[in-house]
């Protein structure tokens, strides 16, 4: 007869083929958007990713880029794989650990089990396991280059190793196990830190077993301990034990004269020695839990140690080599992501508090003359007690829109204090509600679309012709994941009150938990429900033991052990399949190529030789992927302002890189170094009120010319801008011979470029914008600037009307249009970029997938440019031309697959105008009419997270009907009816 052991192996590796094959079937072929072409070009050449890093994602991901061979395009996927594969290892070890903690509930050995819980308890493990591979969150990460796939791989095989652990009596194997668990930990390390949420919870498993008579006292004190052994992994081992080292390297440096890396070896021998001597001395006197605790140490450091390939690869200068943790100082600055800044957690400021006074904080230190010397010091904000707060939620950011939103969510009057009670309402209704029930929510009740902060559907039917836009999006699986869930989780509360309290401490620490320590601002640029996928992982592992009891349910009324095994395994097999079912289609990823096409696009919208100023993740990241990886448009700087603040960013940028020569940075390193000229400050000197010479100006700043500068309350002074008004010179002959300047705006150049930055001052990132355009002119604009369209309004300088329009990037040009704010728009350049160069993948197949967070920046910018240059085209008079470049727009990206937006509802003016009455009532009528089936379900069903469609439905309404009115159409009269009343139905 088959074993158990057999059988279960069996259908544990039967769920992990299923995972598989489905998530192989989804997978995306190339670079999402987010940090994966970041990590895939990291992976890629052994770079060095964003801080914290992840040294063993990319180890991992550069070997599976080998089966790539020859063919670049294929690397993106075979990393993806990874995903694939640690996703699909994932719900292998769920089910396994399912299996485990199901079968405590029979109070027997796996030998003594019947038939029939035998087969209940694989059913358990099955359909658990597989709820969590098909479940919206887990499933996203599992078919894309991100860590959380990984991450999530190793929370469950810790897990299922920490319940292995406790099925083995010899104490010598048992040991053997616990520092397994600490490698895998030491490991996880590499991957992301969220496996670490875990360890409380695993000292709680500790105590259980080791404890013949457990009490609630001493498990609370087990569970202390198990926060503390976090808190020493987090704070003392990952970045604590290279700062050590620091301290020893700025001693031997320093105090006695030692070259560079003396201090960090030494140490570094001291540790080992300490940690080898420990390791004996526990050994030699017996000492066996001192002994298991140091060698689970020296395994946990093993694991970590990944983390030295940032070091070694930051030492050749990589392209991609974030923070720059070349050397000690660094590497310790970039294990601490202090790039990031620091949130308040257990004490201070709220929102609205205002600095008191700034003192000075820790010394910053630069390596030179074979020293580490201080150049300066962090400010040290001091604010008044009465503003200061425990444990505060709503706390003080720099970020200007944050008050104004806290204010919003909690209905404070601006500049009104937020007391105690505000700040709590605001962790339970936002972080806790928003932030966390609403991702739980989702994965178990349904979702009811992709657009941002989109709340959960239920048992309502989705209004599918409404929602055809979306309705891929809208998941409905009826509660009855939530309510399996819950079925398990009292179950396990009766039948073994150890394993309840160990799966729900993980489950509230991997929620919860990270709730609480993330705390999170009144708003995120994306959805964060992959943050909290270990929380339902644990939820899942309840839906298992749910099979248990409906098992024991239907065996109490038809008195049939096979039957009811079979009964209840089939009832609860509607889950999974109908998890798949709803989510198959939002999940499949399989032809998507848009993210990738529109970085090349943006590369595309440049010139040879091209500088391209760019700004988030969205539009930097794609591009760091087809250049670092595909080797496209490399002789293109992509040059990232959110990063254009920090002195290593600056350096890497003055190097040349591919065909790219290096920019035209003369700042020095010093000047720019962290915490000196972040901020310059205006400060209006009547003698050049009428304006500056910029590069006279930049002189004075190399300079560090007390002419400029102006004194702070600490005794320190700071650079400021004496004027608002820059000019930079033009040498117009040159300008003309080169030949980049149209000929119908050739006669409005002047000798020199002038115009306002405004009064509110500049920022590092816009001093070196300004330095790079200056020195470029300077040497005959020999390089294109361009800035992407997608920058916020200040990273412009407010030089759009010296910008022309070419595809998804203004280029700068040395010729001011009056009025012109939103730059030109050269036709002939403009119509060649976008449907000569540029390629649009799929976005005309309404059969492929594309996520409202994925499409809307490449599709918005696409069709802005399109509806730009038919505006010119019928500025012109060139009716036919427009006519065809918004039929073009419509059949790459038709409302099908690419659903009509604000942008497209300003083709109908376009259309009108051109005489095309026909299109124009084609965008006209499926936009009202759908919008207005919205609405109307919108209003019948409304709540909070609707506000935001409601907005943009009407939005777009209004856009329509004052395009039909000014035209006088036929029709206007229909659709401003239409309008004013759901207009008046909302207000009433």
Known sequence: MTSFRQLNNGIGW?????????????????????????????????????????????????????????????????????????????????????????????????????????????????????????????????????????????????????????????????????????????????VHLLNLVTVPALALLYYFKKTHKPSYKGGFLALLVGLVILGVINSLIIPGIPSMAFQFELLFTNGLGMPYGVGVSLFLILFLGALVGAIRYSILKNKVHLNVSLLALCFLLIGYLSYTLALVRSNYNTPLNENNPSNILNFVKYLKREQYGERSLLYGPVYTAEVENVERGKPQYKMSNGKYEIYDYRQKLIFPKEQEMLFPRVYYSPMEQYPKQYAEMLGLAPGQKPNFGD???????????????????????????????????????????????????????????????????????????????????????????????????????????????????????????????????????????????????????????????????????????QQVDFAKNLLNSCEKNAILFTAGDNDTFPLWYVQEVEGFRTDVRVCNLSLLGTDWYIEQMKRKTYESEALPVSISEDLLREGINDQILFYENPNVKSGINLIEYLKLVKEDNQAIKVPLQDGSSINTLPSENLTIPIDVDAIKKAGFVPKDVEPLLTNQMNWSIGTSGILKPQLVQLDIIAQNAAHGWKRPIYFATSLSKASYLNMKEFMQLEGYAYRLMPVKIEGATEGIVNTKVLERNLTKKMVWKNLDNPQVYHHSEFYQLPTTMGRLSFQRLASQFAHEGKYQKAKDTLDYCKRIMPDQSIPYDHVSAGFVSLYLTIGDHASAMEIANTMMNRNNQLLDYFGQNRKASNEQDIQIALFQMQIIVESLKNAKAPEAKKYERMFLQQLQKLSS
Request: net charge neutral; glycine share 6%.
């Open 423 to 593: 700040n709590l309402r605001y962790l339970f209704s936002h972080q806790m509600g928003h932030m966390y029930m609403r991702y739980l929510l989702w994965n178990f009740i349904g979702r009811d679309s992709d657009i941002q902060d989109a709340g959960m559907s239920f048992i309502s039917k989705s209004p599918s012709s409404a929602l055809s836009a979306r309705g891929k999006s809208h998941n409905n699986y009826f509660g009855l994941p939530l309510i399996l869930g819950l079925i398990g989780f009292f179950f396990l509360m009766k039948r073994n009150e150890k394993d309840f309290l160990t799966t729900t401490l993980m489950f509230l620490l991997t929620g919860i938990g990270l709730v609480i320590f993330l705390n999170a601002p009144p708003t995120e640029p994306r959805e964060r429900d992959y943050i909290y996928v270990g929380s339902f992982y644990f939820f899942c592992i309840w839906i298992g033991l749910g099979v248990i009891q409906l098992t024991e349910w239907a065996n109490k009324l038809l008195r049939q052990a096979v039957l009811s095994v079979g009964l209840a395994s089939l009832a609860s097999l509607v889950i999974p399949v109908i998890l798949i079912q709803q989510n198959f289609d939002d999940h499949d990823r399989s032809n998507r190529y």
């Open 14 to 190: 039967a769920v992990f083929l299923i995972a598989f094959i489905v998530y192989s079937m989804t997978v995306e072929p190339t670079a999402s958007f987010w940090d994966c072409g970041e990590f895939i070009a990291c992976a890629y050449k052994l770079q060095v990713p964003h801080p914290p890093g992840a040294p063993l994602y990319l180890l991992l991901g550069r070997f599976f880029s080998l089966f790539a061979g020859a063919d670049v395009t294929k690397v993106a996927y075979w990393i993806n794989m990874l995903s694939v594969l640690t996703s699909a290892l994932t719900v292998l070890f769920m089910h396994w650990t399912i299996v485990l903690i199901g079968r405590k509930a029979y109070q027997k050995p796996f030998s003594d089990l019947t038939q029939g819980e035998t087969f209940t308890l694989l059913s358990a493990g099955f359909i658990g396991a597989l709820a969590y591979a098909f479940s919206d969150s887990f499933w996203f990460s599992a078919v894309e280059s991100e860590v959380y796939a990984m991450s999530s791989f190793f929370t469950a095989i810790v897990v299922w190793a920490a319940f292995k652990w406790e099925l083995i009596e010899d104490e010598a194997s048992a040991n053997r196990w616990l520092i397994f668990i600490a490698y895998l930990v030491g490991l996880s390390i590499g």
